[in-house]
């Protein structure tokens, strides 16, 4: 089986084996960036948050933002893939393992905007010595490192019989591929051990997504401060990071589709259900949205006023009706006909709303702090250089782990685009089963993994 | 503790005797002008409704040591927490710098060092520890006072009296506004005020009981 997978998929496994110069332009370019939010953290870490452009009253800027942001992202992955797999859902093949990658590779980086926002990141360990578990930073420290240990296991698991299909076809990397695929054979035992396996991640994941944005909220709404304090952030921000994180993985199918020629395997149909699927979530966010502020204006405290007008009318008004362009009126302007170009419809759409999304962390973290209760005035923020050079630093370095992955295991399940070309029978056979004038199907056949 | 509203003249003088107790370092100009400057007393001023352009009302506001504190629940390393004595404490030693307690707080009464402002010398009141860069700090309500008062009582094995114990700002208050004593005797001074009709809490409906009460502006105003 791995013989004939390795060699009708070849394209998938290509970028592991050559190498042209694009990829190293590409390295180059965002080491460059890296080398930026390098020195950027350097300097803060030598003279202190002051080289920022944080202060009293706003404590909290991009750095918050940008964890907010990347732990959105991660939702994309793994959340999407296990609903995807245990919805059985044919299309899902050539995508699993893109959105898989997306979820670890950006849960290191969002954790480590925490890092990089603390004061004395000397005494990180303190949360582990000391720890309050009355504290929603806890609380976060917890669901996110259960959520990075379950989506590590589970991009891993349906990774093993494509390390063994590099282990028995490259000559290099032999000790990093033997090792790593457990001794693979594919024998039948080995098959259905690992398909239960993954189901059983799959089931275990979506709690602990859904818990980890949960909680990421709860670092604002459990204050009291106006319009953070919401008992209806925690439903708000999952939304907002599934929506995210499928955007996110849109661009990033897009992306690898032209640099690998991927075009045989990702093809428009993907992109037109992630476009509706997309658009769904679009629409979920506005309802959202529209939930939150309206409840807001029309209680109109006067405190919540003050940010809610801050942000409608007030030095925030770009970032926020910029926010609602970019997540609503342009997503639902380009998704709601994909008859045609849809590749190019749903790439606009999906980089508007990372646009989008990133300006509604922004939106909830800084306006709050900018109006405090008592009458200091408005406290305005204005990011540095250090800030910037962090935020780009951060990106780069997430492009640039996914890049390296690609590098050395295939970013397309070889095992499942093989395994669905071969279960198009039992497929076929489950569909009749749904319709009432099906015959008794065939258990066994039925229930293998689809 | 008493703030009389009525009383106050807006003069600055417990600020400054806040900063010299407290070994509160000058930030300098620049960062001041990003407003970074630490003042755990501070005096907010505010046009008055009624007469724009007029009056001035000023508000002094120490941390108001709240018997709910907001600010304590999420600090995620204990660094600041309620203490025995009711005061809310920082430990500036084991203070991560994540800022969720001043994101926390109501009446953002607490203060972050961005860049290490002490540079010279260890300060003028030896019984208060400098702060180094990135962590938070916080009026203690001159906690130091506190023990030393303590100690003194115990040397001479007597009770600690009342008035023994005064924090700076209510000892430096030329109008007396600031009164300071123990809300938990009903014989005291400020329990006697507190009980006031013109006796009032900042932002008393978020539930967080604060120890530091205020007397509204009454007579003679406008």
């Not at chain 1, 098959?191 to 059983?200: C, F, W």
């Not at chain 2, 807006?10 to 400057?37: D, F, H, S, Y």
């Amino acid at each position: 089986m791995a013989e004939a997978a390795g060699t009708r998929d070849a394209v998938l496994l290509a970028p592991i084996e050559r190498t042209g110069p694009g990829f190293y332009w590409a390295v180059g370019g965002l080491l460059v960036l890296v080398g930026w939010g390098a020195l950027a953290y350097w300097t803060q870490f030598q003279e202190g948050l002051g080289v920022t452009g944080l202060h009293q009253p706003v404590s909290w800027g991009f750095y918050v933002t940008n964890f907010v942001f990347f732990i959105g992202i991660s939702h994309a992955g793994t959340l999407i893939s296990a609903i995807l797999r245990l919805s059985k859902a044919e299309w899902r093949r050539p995508i699993t393992r893109m959105a898989e990658v997306i979820t670890v590779m950006v849960l290191f980086i969002g954790a480590a905007q925490i890092l990089v926002d603390l004061g004395r990141p000397d005494r990180l360990l303190n949360i582990i010595r000391h720890g309050r578990y009355q504290s929603p930073l806890l609380w976060d420290a917890t669901s996110i490192s259960a959520y990075l240990t379950a989506s590590l296991v589970y991009l891993y698991l349906p990774m093993i019989p494509d390390i063994a299909i590099l282990r028995d076809r490259l000559d290099r990397r032999k000790l990093l591929y033997s090792v790593l695929a457990l001794g693979w054979t594919g024998s039948a035992r080995q098959r259905r051990v690992l398909g239960r396996a993954i189901a059983i991640m799959a089931v275990l994941v979506i709690p602990i997504a859904v818990s980890v944005h949960s909680v990421v909220s709860f670092v604002f709404s459990m204050t009291l401060q106006p319009m953070w304090h919401s008992t209806i952030f925690g439903p708000y921000f999952v939304v907002g990071a599934i929506f995210s994180g499928i955007a996110a993985l849109i661009v990033a199918m897009i992306a690898f589709r032209a640099a690998y020629g991927l075009q045989g395997y990702l093809k428009p149909i993907h992109f037109r259900y992630l476009g509706q699927l997309l658009l769904i979530m679009s629409l979920l966010w506005f309802y959202f949205t529209f939930a939150e502020y309206l409840t807001g204006y029309y209680g109109s405290e006067p405190e919540e006023m003050r940010v809610f007008w801050a942000k409608f009318t007030g030095p925030f008004w770009p970032f926020f009706w910029g926010m609602a362009a970019a997540n609503f009126v342009i997503p639902v302007f380009c998704l709601v006909r994909l008859g045609r170009r849809t590749v190019g419809k749903v790439l606009a759409a999906s980089l508007s709303v990372l646009v989008g999304m990133w300006l509604e962390r922004y939106i909830i973290v800084v306006p709050t702090l900018s109006n405090p209760r008592l009458p200091f005035g408005e406290g305005l923020y204005w990011p540095t250089w250090v800030e910037w050079g962090e935020t780009a630093g951060s990106f780069a370095l997430f492009a640039l782990a996914y890049l390296l992955f690609t590098k050395l295991f295939p970013v397309i399940s070889v095992w499942e685009i093989e395994e669905g070309r071969e279960g198009v029978r039992e497929v076929e056979a489950r569909l009749l089963t749904y319709l009432p004038d099906a015959a008794r199907p065939e258990p066994a056949a039925a229930e293998r993994r689809g | 503790m008493v703030i009389d509203l009525d009383r106050c003249t807006g003069c600055q003088a417990c600020v400054l005797a806040c900063k010299a107790e407290n070994n509160i370092p000058a930030v300098g100009a620049k960062e001041a002008g990003l407003g970074r400057i630490i003042s755990w007393m501070q005096v907010l001023t505010e046009e008055d409704e009624g007469h724009p352009g007029e009056v001035k009302r000023f508000l002094p506001r120490p941390c108001l040591q709240c018997d709910d504190p907001p600010c304590t629940k999420v600090c995620p390393v204990y660094a600041t927490y309620l203490n025995p004595e009711g005061i809310v404490a920082q430990i500036y030693a084991r203070c991560i710098g994540c800022r969720f307690c001043m994101a926390a707080c109501p009446y953002n009464a607490k203060y972050f060092n961005w860049r290490r402002y002490q540079t010279e010398g260890p300060g003028q009141n030896p019984d208060v520890s400098v702060r180094p860069k990135g962590v938070v700090e916080k009026c203690t309500f001159c906690h130091h006072r506190l023990q030393r008062a303590r100690e003194r009582a115990r040397s001479e094995r007597r009770e600690l009296g009342p008035g023994e114990y005064v924090p700076a700002c209510a000892e430096a208050c030329p109008a007396r506004a600031i009164v300071f004593g123990d809300l938990a005797d009903p014989g005291s001074e400020v329990s006697r005020l507190a009980r006031s009709p013109r006796a009032f809490r900042l932002q008393e409906e978020l539930g967080t009981r604060p120890k530091v009460i205020y007397l509204t502006e009454g007579e003679g105003r406008g």
